[in-house]
């Protein structure tokens, strides 16, 4: 529910975690909430329901709603055209990913695209950009209708930030002029007015609405055998459960392209104003206050076309699901990722630091070492894991998917490899050194003292992937997604400074440090 969800959420993560303080307050909060309900339904509201348009002005002011008739035709076009190349090229799959201990498939497909080296993680689950063509720079992509789409949805996120700014301009405007907080919806039911803000200056409106990437998702629902009910409302199924979208800059808007890929007929075709909830055959957006049971829920349509946006900190204060109509749907969701350990740039950088510490290497590959710090060497082997689990593991568990658009990151990941090895030299040089008699005993259990636990987690991780990568579900998917156990390499492997599985290294490590305090 609020903890493992899929779709433009995600579901629960790609590495096994312990979980958070806030991880396990969540599921308290979860708990004692479907035990206050019992066998009821929490009251939601639709636009049918005369007091709807009121509790959105009081309850959810920084909602957002554009309707498709306010969006240029010929971007609507573009967009739509865009989302259909890419499902024909093979561009969006479905991310296999761990839930509750289980490696399961999302029910949603998906892609990201955004500013080239940027990733998005969610969950735990690390996305790689298929690049927009940014200026400045140069991506080779298989087909030019890849490109092309690219571009599109380029062109649209610099549609959707340059609206997000200026709601965020003039509302920020309205709402220092003491007007009352009421959502932004351009339509004939929706009125027009205020947003509460603290008085942000134009360079933070900026930055709120400055979308580096967008997450393009595709489900069709005639095509699950099962979607999880909503559980708080009895809204009907889910296509994205409830939750808070992560990674995101503090207080940053998500802006959000609805494409249900209804018949005109359908599309024209009106509700029953007899019919009670919402209508099961129509796509919505659904929110609530987090953990709130008193506020009513707000279920809003969504045609094709139509855009809406969370504002401010709406994304932290309340909570959001994707309720499945009957046609198959596009969603494209652009987001201020987080990026600041998210990027090329920046893993490229901590791996050129931990590699500072390399005095000189051997032509038979052993490496001496600069300094025996033991902050030196903490660092170094935590830059180690980074690379292995953040990037490298991450990256080919996503089998060879990429290559089906771009071979943008081939060469980058080619090149966190190779540093990565040398890491594993640097470590086997470190083990030398605890190992070399004449070694202070003092200065061996500082050493020991400071990798041991990094090298443990190394250990605990390597054996974590190896297992998801030949899991069952792993083994039927195509050939192209399936997980790669990489870097993995056999024991008695030349190339190879130590093995892959550090069991026995661990130990030998343990009797020193025993040693060591006897």
């Known amino acids: 529910m609020d903890a493992v969800r899929s779709g433009e959420g995600g579901c629960s993560g790609s590495m096994k975690r312990t979980p958070t303080a806030e991880d396990l307050e969540r599921e308290a909060k979860k708990r004692r909430l479907l035990e206050e309900l019992e066998d009821t339904w929490l009251p939601y509201l639709t636009p049918k329901d005369d007091e709807f348009y009121q509790q959105w002005q009081l309850k959810y002011p920084k909602l957002v709603l554009r309707e498709a008739d306010s969006v240029p035709d010929e971007l609507h076009k573009e967009v739509q055209e865009a989302f259909l190349i890419l499902q024909k090229h093979g561009c969006l799959f479905r991310d296999l990913v761990r839930v509750q201990g289980k490696d399961v498939l999302t029910p949603v497909s998906r892609i990201l695209i955004g500013n080239p080296g940027c990733t ?28 092309e789409a690219c571009q599109t949805f380029l062109k649209l996120n610099e549609y959707l930030r340059i609206k997000t700014f200026q709601a965020l301009e003039e509302l920020a405007a309205r709402d220092k002029n003491d007007i009352d907080s009421v959502p932004v919806c351009i339509g004939p039911d929706f009125p027009r007015v205020g947003l509460g803000y603290d008085g942000p200056d134009e360079t933070d ?21 099962y979607l999880k009910e909503e559980p708080y409302f009895g809204m009907g199924k889910m296509a994205v459960s409830w939750h808070h ?26 509700e029953d104003p007899q019919c009670e909830g919402r209508d099961p055959d129509t796509w919505h957006v659904a929110f609530k206050i987090s953990w709130d049971i008193e506020t009513p829920g707000l279920a809003i349509p969504l045609r094709q076309g139509d855009c809406y946006f969370m504002l401010d900190d709406l994304n932290a204060t309340h909570q959001h699901c994707v309720l499945a109509g009957l046609p198959p749907r596009f969603s494209s969701t652009h987001r201020v990722a987080e990026c600041s350990t998210g990027t090329l740039d920046y893993i490229l950088q901590r791996c050129q630091l931990a590699l500072q ?56 990941i080619a090149q966190l490899e190779e540093m990565w090895k040398k890491m594993e030299g640097v470590t086997n040089a470190i083990l030398r050194e605890v190992s070399r008699e004449g070694l202070p005993v003092e200065q061996r259990n500082e050493i020991l003292t400071a990798i041991f636990a990094l090298l443990t987690a190394r250990q605990n991780l390597r054996r974590e992937w190896h297992a998801r990568c ?26 190879m400074p130590l093995p892959f599985d550090l069991t026995d290294t661990i130990s030998e490590l343990k009797d020193l440090l025993l040693e060591g305090k006897s």
Request: hydrophobic share 30%.
């Open 470 to 495: 030949q899991s069952r579900i792993a083994r039927t998917l195509p050939a192209d997604q399936k997980p790669e156990c990489r870097p993995y390499w056999e024991k008695d492997d030349p190339s």
């Open 120 to 147: 998005y993680k969610y969950l735990d689950t690390r996305l790689f950009t298929l690049p927009w063509p940014v200026r400045g720079s140069s991506t080779k992509y298989n087909v030019a209708e890849i490109a």
């Open 205 to 225: 409106l900026r930055n709120r609405s400055a979308f580096n990437v967008t997450l393009l998702n595709f489900m069709d629902p005639q095509k699950m055998s």
């Open 357 to 412: 510490n390399i005095r000189e290497e051997a032509d038979n590959g052993d490496i001496s070492l600069k300094s025996l710090e033991p902050a030196v060497l903490r660092q170094g082997e935590d830059i180690h894991n980074e690379v292995e689990f953040e990037w490298l593991r991450q990256f080919w568990f996503q089998g060879n998917r990429y290559r089906k658009c771009t071979d943008w990151w081939c060469q980058p």
């Open 245 to 270: 979208d992560e990674n995101l800059v503090d207080r940053s808007a998500v802006a959000v392209y609805n494409y249900s890929c209804e018949d005109p007929e359908e599309e024209e075709s009106e």
